[in-house]
């Protein structure tokens, strides 16, 4: 038997720099976008001293990735996904984590192929400069080139 072993922060130290990542991994996303997101993600933590985010891949189903180094975002990724775009089961599965603080904020990234979202917690979205949300969001919007 074959276990993997995944690190789970101590909730009491990193809480208030801990975020999670919805990223959309479906056939729509082209593969440049999705190494400038990852990109963008590991930049963003590594200058925020976020030693790990918590990584959810989202086509039509939700991968969890568990929690992940800025650095390994910014290296070489195996992309699990490249099928339909349904992100709400990735975002239900880290709102209702037991290892994921109860007020980490969201980050969803997405071509903006996808249907409207249900958010309980803070959260954000980082698209496309060409594209939008066919919904009008509640969190912020942070464009992409």
């Given at each position: 038997m074959v276990?993997?072993?995944?690190y789970v922060p101590d909730s009491n130290a990193e809480e208030g720099r801990t975020f999670g990542v919805i990223l959309d991994t479906s056939g729509s996303m082209e593969r440049e976008l999705l190494g400038k997101a990852l990109g963008a993600i590991a930049s963003y933590s590594i200058s925020h001293d976020?030693?790990?985010?918590?990584?959810?891949f989202c086509d039509a189903v939700a991968y969890d990735q568990g929690y992940l180094a800025p650095e390994a975002l910014a290296e070489r990724v195996k992309v699990k996904g490249r099928g339909g775009t349904v992100l709400q089961p990735g975002i239900d599965l880290l709102e209702r984590a037991?290892?994921?603080?109860?007020?980490?904020?969201?980050?969803i990234i997405t071509d903006g192929y996808c249907d409207k979202l249900h958010i309980l917690r803070e959260h954000a979205f980082?698209?496309?400069?060409?594209?939008?949300?066919?919904?009008v969001p509640k969190g912020k919007v942070f464009r992409i080139k």
């Open positions: 276990r993997s072993s995944r976020v030693p790990f985010v918590r990584v959810v037991e290892d994921f603080p109860k007020n980490g904020p969201l980050l980082l698209i496309p400069v060409h594209r939008q949300l066919p919904f």
